[in-house]
């Protein structure tokens, strides 16, 4: 049988753990909670946060039966999130946006919260959990990350899995469409033939742009524009994008910055004398956001005749 102190000590020692709590859900050792405060969770996204606590459990997991991760935290969002929490209501910081905050309503009703349904293998029981951020660009169309549908064996999530929430509202998932020559990461790794680099280079385009259908209309909500394929970025600090088809970008008054959880959302360009808003990059794989100044987005001008073409 194993026991909450055998799973707090496989997380200490293997994850370099500074907090553990475990508790013993069932009371008889097959079913766990868990939430863990860790450096090796920096700059991760929820999803490969989960795969770091389950590895560090490889040797227990035959005799566990339900696993649910609370919490799994870098020490700084740990500490920030403590200091967030000793301040008025009226200053609400989210942990999710680096040195972000509340933005007022209606100011990003377009903003997609993507979440899926988790089954728990013991009980059975179904929970939404979320996954990925998104945009509405259609009245039935969310703009997202590539990576955000693809599960731990490289295919990709079934709509049926997924649901989408505009203002609070939940939409149910009809179609997926992600770009064809998008190569999930899970392949990549139990792939040994791309010796000549090939994929996830730094010389190649990650292609990391996807597009969910709704199965009803948004009626609350006013989509996002496309950007013109012209549309010229103001130029800034040179900096070394991870793939040919990604822009780099950084709040440079406050460093607000995109991190764990954000991938799939918007990086945006606001006429703040209309209020317009347009989309111009999504979230997508990068440097880890504690350590870089910068996030990386994949470059939506460059995609726009694919977007078209799911549109239809």
């Given at each position: 049988?194993?026991?909450?102190?055998?799973v707090?000590?496989?997380?200490?020692?293997?994850?370099?753990?500074?907090?553990?709590?475990?508790?013993?859900?069932?009371?008889?050792?097959?079913?766990?909670?868990?939430?863990?405060v860790?450096?090796?969770?920096?700059?991760?996204?929820?999803?490969?946060?989960?795969k770091?606590v389950?590895?560090?459990?490889?040797?227990?997991?035959?005799?566990i039966?339900?696993?649910?991760?609370?919490?799994?935290?870098?020490?700084?969002?740990?500490?920030?999130?403590?200091?967030?929490?000793?301040?008025?209501?009226?200053?609400?910081?989210?942990?999710?946006?680096y040195?972000?905050?509340?933005?007022?309503a209606?100011?990003?009703?377009?903003?997609?919260?993507?979440?899926?349904?988790?089954?728990?293998?013991t009980?059975?029981?179904?929970?939404?959990?979320?996954?990925?951020g998104?945009?509405?660009?259609?009245?039935d169309?969310v703009?997202?990350?590539a990576?955000?549908?693809?599960?731990?064996?490289g295919?990709?999530?079934?709509?049926?899995?997924l649901?989408?929430?505009?203002?609070g509202a939940?939409?149910?998932?009809?179609s997926?469409?992600?770009?064809?020559?998008?190569?999930?990461?899970?392949?990549?790794?139990?792939?040994t033939?791309?010796?000549?680099?090939?994929?996830?280079?730094?010389?190649?385009p990650?292609?990391?742009?996807?597009?969910i259908?709704?199965?009803?209309?948004?009626?609350?909500a006013?989509?996002?524009?496309?950007?013109?394929?012209?549309?010229?970025?103001?130029?800034?600090?040179a900096?070394?994008?991870?793939?040919?088809?990604?822009?780099?970008?950084?709040n440079?008054v406050?460093?607000?910055?995109?991190?764990?959880?954000?991938?799939?959302?918007?990086?945006i360009?606001?006429?703040?004398?209309?209020?317009?808003a347009?989309?111009?990059?999504?979230?997508?794989?990068?440097?880890?956001?504690?350590?870089?100044?910068?996030?990386?987005?994949?470059?939506?001008r460059?995609?726009?005749?694919?977007?078209?073409?799911?549109?239809?």
């Amino acid at each position: 049988m194993v026991s909450a102190a055998d799973v707090e000590a496989a997380l200490k020692s293997k994850l370099d753990a500074t907090e553990v709590e475990v508790e013993d859900i069932a009371k008889c050792g097959t079913s766990f909670e868990v939430r863990v405060v860790s450096a090796a969770f920096a700059g991760k996204r929820l999803l490969e946060r989960h795969k770091l606590v389950n590895a560090a459990l490889a040797d227990l997991m035959p005799s566990i039966h339900a696993l649910s991760i609370k919490r799994c935290k870098a020490p700084e969002e740990e500490a920030r999130q403590l200091r967030d929490a000793s301040k008025t209501a009226a200053v609400n910081v989210t942990a999710d946006i680096y040195n972000g905050q509340a933005a007022p309503a209606g100011m990003f009703d377009w903003m997609v919260d993507m979440k899926a349904w988790f089954q728990d293998t013991t009980t059975g029981q179904l929970s939404l959990e979320h996954m990925c951020g998104g945009a509405l660009i259609g009245p039935d169309t969310v703009l997202t990350a590539a990576h955000c549908l693809e599960m731990e064996d490289g295919t990709m999530a079934p709509a049926g899995a997924l649901v989408l929430e505009v203002q609070g509202a939940p939409y149910e998932a009809a179609s997926l469409a992600v770009h064809p020559n998008y190569y999930p990461a899970a392949l990549v790794a139990q792939n040994t033939d791309f010796s000549d680099g090939s994929v996830d280079s730094p010389l190649v385009p990650n292609y990391d742009v996807a597009v969910i259908r709704l199965a009803a209309p948004v009626q609350s909500a006013q989509p996002i524009q496309l950007p013109a394929a012209d549309l010229q970025l103001a130029p800034g600090q040179a900096l070394e994008p991870l793939f040919t088809d990604t822009v780099c970008a950084v709040n440079n008054v406050n460093g607000a910055n995109s991190c764990a959880g954000d991938s799939g959302g918007p990086l945006i360009l606001r006429d703040y004398i209309t209020g317009a808003a347009t989309i111009v990059g999504v979230v997508s794989v990068g440097p880890d956001c504690d350590k870089a100044n910068y996030g990386s987005y994949t470059d939506v001008r460059l995609y726009l005749d694919t977007i078209a073409g799911w549109m239809v």
